[in-house]
């Protein structure tokens, strides 16, 4: 019973190259969503998920693209990393105007 | 813009201090979280709330939606309470944060 786990836990990339953080959910929550936690701004919302296939942008969408094929799963690409996209990622998922339950996080650093 | 504030930024209390950190909301919610967050980086939802008070243990969580406030009190605090606490108001089924409050408790 894992509840929620994101893959890698940390990861270095270089600039230019593409990169999919992985998500999953073991709940069935209908409620996916993708953050990112850096200092000075705190946690922003990247993308969220209300069901499979139906995705909409956050606050900070730009270099980011998701897909849900699946209930469960919940992927998170960089196209092209950029320097400034080294933060650390948070996935959470709810069921619908409930609290929501947080991944252990990625710590992503683009060089 | 929906913006969250919280206070104080960073807050040191000796072992059984009574603590308040304060959030504030600019306009209209549907709810209001509180998070931690331990030095590990993991979050854990505290509280969710849209009127009123919550008690969990030795933490309270009040809201006054007229004045777009929140507070979280911690009473008997603890070392083990150390930690950034984080406020998120949420509009429909988004989060909006507040930068966080960073605890540390001394013993």
């Known amino acids: 019973d894992a509840g929620i786990t994101q893959s890698p836990r940390y990861k270095i990339t270089e600039t230019g190259r593409q990169v999919t953080l992985m998500c999953h959910q073991t709940w069935s929550h209908s409620y996916m969503f993708w953050y990112r936690q850096d200092l000075g701004h705190g946690l922003r919302l990247i993308y969220y998920s209300a069901a499979a296939d139906i995705t909409d942008k956050g606050e900070v969408p730009d270099g980011y693209v998701v897909s849900r094929s699946k209930t469960e799963n919940f992927p998170l690409t960089l196209e092209s990393a950029t320097r400034s996209q080294t933060s650390v990622y948070f996935c959470?998922?709810?069921?619908?105007?409930?609290?929501?339950?947080f991944g252990p996080g990625t710590r992503l650093t683009v060089l | 813009k929906n913006e969250v504030e919280q206070s104080p930024q960073n807050l040191t209390a000796q072992e059984g201090e009574f603590i308040t950190i304060n959030c504030s909301y600019s306009?209209?919610?549907?709810?209001l979280h509180w998070l931690q967050q331990h030095p590990g980086g993991g979050i854990v939802s505290l509280f969710m709330?849209?009127?009123g008070k919550k008690k969990h243990g030795r933490l309270i969580a009040t809201i006054n939606i007229q004045e777009k406030h929140s507070s979280l009190h911690i009473t008997a605090s603890h070392p083990r309470d150390s930690a950034v606490y984080i406020c998120?108001?949420?509009?429909?089924?988004?989060?909006?944060f507040g930068a966080g409050t960073i605890l540390r408790v001394k013993s």
């Open positions: 709330l849209s009127s």
């Open positions: 959470a998922s709810s069921r619908e105007s409930n609290e929501q339950f």
């Open positions: 998120a108001a949420r509009y429909g089924n988004k989060l909006v």
């Open positions: 306009v209209g919610i549907s709810a």
